[in-house]
């Protein structure tokens, strides 16, 4: 049984990872249409990543005897500067969930709650990974340049990352 201040945090940390889905499905959304469908790709796997994150968190909370909430959506925006842009955007955002994720996992503890606390820690590593992949790409765009003939290559690069930090287990295990 989850306590109402775990319950709580895990009710924002799932708030988070929808709006992540979404931030992620416009940014996916725009490079489509720009024409940058390599990064439409890797943004699309990118967006059904964050609701898995989101669904594992709200089969979590039910299984714990809890209640989830199912978040309303901020609106994204449908513009964006650029690719770089892009991916600063969402390095800047993954560096605020691994912050939310650190504080549920303090909160588990001050709760006592560590079948939460083993459960977070999934979330924990999953942070670590998304973070380096951010960082990767900002780092290749760099490389690659702001060229038009750069950004070809950079976009045909991302094709074919998979994501590779990114692998989900199923909900509640
Ligand atoms: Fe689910 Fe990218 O944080």
Same mark, same amino acid.
């Given at each position: +049984?989850?306590? *109402? @201040? &775990?319950?709580? #945090? /895990?009710?924002?940390?799932?708030?988070?990872?929808?709006?992540? $889905?979404?931030?992620?499905? #416009?940014?996916?959304?725009? #490079?489509?249409?720009?024409?940058?469908?390599? %990064?439409?790709?890797?943004?699309? @796997?990118?967006?059904?990543?964050?609701?898995?994150?989101? /669904?594992?968190?709200?089969?979590?909370?039910?299984?714990?005897?809890?209640?989830?909430?199912?978040?309303?959506?901020?609106?994204?925006?449908?513009?964006?500067?650029? /690719?770089?842009?892009?991916?600063?955007?969402? !390095?800047?955002?993954?560096? *605020? &969930?691994?912050?939310?994720?650190?504080?549920? &996992?303090?909160?588990?503890?001050?709760?006592?709650?560590?079948? %939460?606390?083993?459960? +977070?820690?999934?979330?924990? $590593?999953?942070?670590?990974?998304?973070?380096?992949?951010? @960082?990767?790409?900002?780092? @290749?765009? *760099?490389?690659?340049?702001?060229?038009?003939?750069? !950004?070809?290559?950079?976009?045909?690069?991302?094709?074919?990352?998979?994501?590779?930090?990114?692998? &989900?287990?199923? #909900?509640? *295990?």
């Amino acid at each position: +049984m989850v306590s *109402k @201040r &775990v319950e709580e #945090a /895990l009710n924002k940390q799932i708030s988070l990872e929808g709006n992540s $889905s979404q931030f992620y499905l #416009a940014m996916a959304s725009w #490079a489509e249409s720009q024409g940058y469908n390599g %990064t439409a790709e890797f943004l699309y @796997r990118q967006t059904d990543e964050e609701r898995q994150h989101m /669904l594992k968190l709200i089969r979590y909370v039910n299984e714990r005897g809890g209640t989830a909430k199912i978040p309303s959506i901020d609106e994204p925006p449908v513009e964006f500067e650029g /690719l770089e842009k892009v991916f600063e955007m969402l !390095l800047q955002h993954e560096l *605020k &969930v691994t912050a939310a994720v650190n504080s549920v &996992v303090h909160i588990c503890l001050e709760e006592k709650d560590y079948t %939460t606390h083993n459960f +977070m820690q999934w979330y924990v $590593s999953e942070q670590i990974e998304e973070e380096a992949t951010a @960082r990767g790409i900002l780092d @290749r765009i *760099k490389l690659t340049g702001a060229e038009k003939g750069g !950004l070809y290559l950079f976009d045909r690069d991302l094709e074919n990352l998979t994501g590779g930090s990114i692998s &989900v287990p199923d #909900a509640g *295990k």
